[in-house]
């Protein structure tokens, strides 16, 4: 199947389409986090996980143009690494997306709290989080799919408070708010990893670009280009807002829950902080929205291919997954109660890995598996760029807390029985092959 010329995406498109895939919530509300565990240095940090999404992102780009179906990474690991490995990653996939809500409904609940101390607390942030999730839910059961139309609004909402954030704070930056780099002038052992796999979420969403290669003018050319040029722009923002916040508040920056806010509050007053609020909760609200569009359709996709209970397909006669719908809200509101928005956003990063790494695998499987494939983009510099990010992601999930690995890997057990299930339907003809290379 072949998109017309005028349909596909241009190079400021593709970056366009990056820009707002990466910043939704991290950017807002983890600056703090990460200066209490290691200080300005954070800077440095956020500079090294900038570093291994293009490492990642470059193989999601070489990999996704062998494929003409969308499956992404479930169709990576499965050519690559096997039917089984191919089965956790798509299961996984849904796990990933329902990780992702909850942090994102607990993000919005921090950022409200942060704002109006009557929606502060433990209590609030799960009553607000199920609200939320519940209310988005029925509305997307409904078959009321408002995205497309606030899309451009949700991205306008991100970047004009984070652009009058930069052009206005760097006059009211101090300099010496930056010193001592590290927390009471001591490096503490461990806190360069466990800030960089904290803030590793802010850059999540980086694989978007890659897998819409086939949508794409010139992917080739257009792609790579597009994925430098938006970690680029997206790095540099970020690295400009962790360095005005820092340097507008210094070490107060670690005890406030939405650093922003708190930050322009300082330049602006009370018009600062909820001018950046109203950016957040609608870049959060939209974002949401979104996920609660996308998780019960990754689900009903997967149950029509045989991999989850067939159940998961029903639809309601307008044809909404409402089966898929209710258990994606139910388990991302579990999640939600779990914990905070920096413990989850963490547990998020690395339930990540389980998409990442079998992709950055598959470009050194396809390089002798499929040498004379045709590729739209190839890695430059052979398997060196795929083995550092292998390494390197090998490395940040073995920093990570127990808690983390538990609720961001424990899927792979989880779902081990419904891969017999799987297994069986399959030698019964029951589960035809659709992948198209």
């Known amino acids: 199947m072949t998109t017309d010329k005028k349909s596909k995406f241009g190079f400021w498109s593709i970056v366009l389409l990056g820009i707002n895939g990466i910043i939704g919530t991290g950017i807002f509300l983890l600056p703090n986090k990460a200066y209490a565990l290691i200080g300005s240095a954070s800077m440095g940090v956020l500079f090294f996980d900038a570093l291994l999404a293009v490492c990642i992102a470059l193989c999601f780009a070489e990999v996704a143009g062998f494929f003409t179906r969308n499956g992404g990474p479930y169709l990576y690991a499965k050519h690559s690494l096997g039917s089984f490995v191919g089965f956790e990653v798509g299961v996984l996939k849904w ?10 409904a607990v993000g919005f609940a921090t950022a409200l709290g942060a704002a109006f101390p009557i929606f502060k607390g433990e209590l609030m942030k799960d009553i607000i989080a199920t609200v939320l999730i519940a209310g988005l839910t029925a509305i997307n059961i409904a078959g009321v799919n408002a995205t497309k139309i606030l899309s451009n609004l949700i991205t306008i909402s991100k970047l004009v ?68 040029v938006t970690m680029i722009i997206v790095s540099v923002m970020y690295l400009l807002i962790l360095g005005i916040a820092i340097g507008i508040t210094g070490p107060d920056l670690a005890n406030h829950a939405a650093p922003l806010q708190h930050a322009f509050g300082q330049i602006l007053g009370p018009w600062g902080t909820y001018f950046v609020l109203a950016g957040t909760l609608l870049s959060m609200g939209g974002i949401n929205m979104a996920e609660a569009f996308l998780g019960p359709r990754v689900a009903t996709s997967l149950a029509e291919d045989g991999m989850l209970p067939s159940v998961l397909a029903k639809r309601t006669a307008w044809g909404t997954p409402w089966v898929a719908s209710v258990v994606t809200a139910v388990i991302s509101i579990l999640l939600a109660w779990s914990g905070s928005f920096a413990t989850l956003a963490a547990i998020s990063a690395v339930s990540r890995f389980t998409q990442y790494l079998p992709t950055c695998i598959a470009v050194i499987v396809f390089r002798k598996k499929w040498a004379d494939k045709e590729r739209p983009f190839k890695i430059p510099f052979g398997i060196t760029i795929p083995i550092i990010a292998i390494i390197i992601s090998l490395w940040m999930l073995a920093q990570a807390t127990e808690k983390q690995l538990i609720w961001g890997l424990g899927g792979i057990i989880v779902i081990l029985p419904f891969y017999f299930l799987y297994l069986n339907k399959k030698k019964r003809g029951l589960i035809k092959e659709t992948d198209v290379l």
């Open 95 to 104: 796990l990933v997306v329902m990780i992702a809500w909850a942090v994102m």
């Open 161 to 228: 408070p984070l652009f009058a954030f930069i052009v206005l704070g760097i006059f009211f930056v101090n300099g010496s708010n930056f010193t001592p780099v590290f927390p009471n002038d001591t490096y503490q052992e461990g806190s360069f990893a466990a800030a960089a796999l904290l803030l590793f979420f802010a850059y999540t969403g980086f694989e978007a670009i890659a897998v819409a290669a086939e949508d794409m003018e010139n992917p080739k050319k257009n792609l790579p280009r597009a994925i430098i």
